[in-house]
């Protein structure tokens, strides 16, 4: 049968513009969330984390915004360049610890072109 | 500092022949995450150690899939016999121990089992 790939949601910018980046998680319990970028031929990157007992946290050009009634998480990048181009992945964890180790789920992606 | 070191970056082989990936976390980072990237399913965790313990392996595939670390700054995952699904990339990734800490990736294996 047609095998069928992830179809990435695409968010395409103008060099300068502004990017926000959404993602929806799942779990209601979880207390830690993450933005990686994941550059071609590399692992993902860690950009930005928010616990949940904040709503907003800037780093430079990156704002990541957090949601908790609606399990929705933001990331802003200010004045995109082209290397910012990528894809971006939000992770949540934390929840449960008694395991050990911080495990996280990750979202599927989004790719983020910049346009010249 | 130096990131997650795995090896090799690239292996193609035959269907059939035992694969070993390589991984060295972060110094002093105790726990440890092996995860396999593909177009259809995405970024999957295979397995995670805390203190070179195994701590939920639920996500490995089948039997012909076993990783261990033998100490705290050496982990491997091993495929026998390997196949053509597969192929994939192999990211490992290695946190501190403590509570919600970031997980850094290594660069991956790029993996083809012919």
């Known amino acids: 049968g047609e095998s069928v790939g992830l179809h990435l949601p695409t968010l395409s910018v103008q060099e300068g513009d502004n990017s926000i980046i959404n993602c929806a998680y799942s779990?209601?319990?979880?207390?830690?969330f993450i933005w990686y970028k994941q550059e071609s031929g590399k692992g993902p990157q860690f950009i930005i984390d928010i616990r949940s007992n904040m709503d907003k946290r800037q780093g430079q050009r990156v704002t990541v915004l957090l949601n908790k009634t609606v399990k929705h998480l933001s990331l802003q990048i200010a004045a995109t360049q082209p290397g910012d181009s990528a894809v971006y992945f939000c992770a949540e964890g934390g929840g449960d610890f008694t395991g050990g180790g911080n495990k996280l789920t990750f979202g599927t992606g989004t790719q983020l072109k910049v346009e010249l | 500092d130096a990131g997650v070191i795995q090896s090799p970056r690239h292996e193609v082989t035959e269907m059939g022949q035992e694969v070993t990936l390589r991984c060295k976390p972060i110094s002093g980072h105790n726990s440890l995450f092996w995860y396999r990237q593909t177009m259809m399913r995405g970024l999957e965790l295979l397995i995670y150690f805390n203190n070179n313990v195994p701590i939920d392996d639920s996500g490995m595939p089948e039997d012909r899939f076993s990783a261990k670390m033998p100490n705290a700054s050496f982990s491997t995952l091993k495929i026998q016999p390997s196949e053509p699904r597969d192929s994939a990339v192999y990211f490992c990734?290695?946190?501190?121990?403590?509570?919600?800490?970031?997980?850094?990736f290594g660069d991956g294996t790029r993996l083809s089992i012919l």
């Open positions: 990734a290695s946190s501190s121990k403590s509570l919600n800490q970031p997980q850094h």
């Open positions: 779990n209601s319990a979880s207390d830690y």
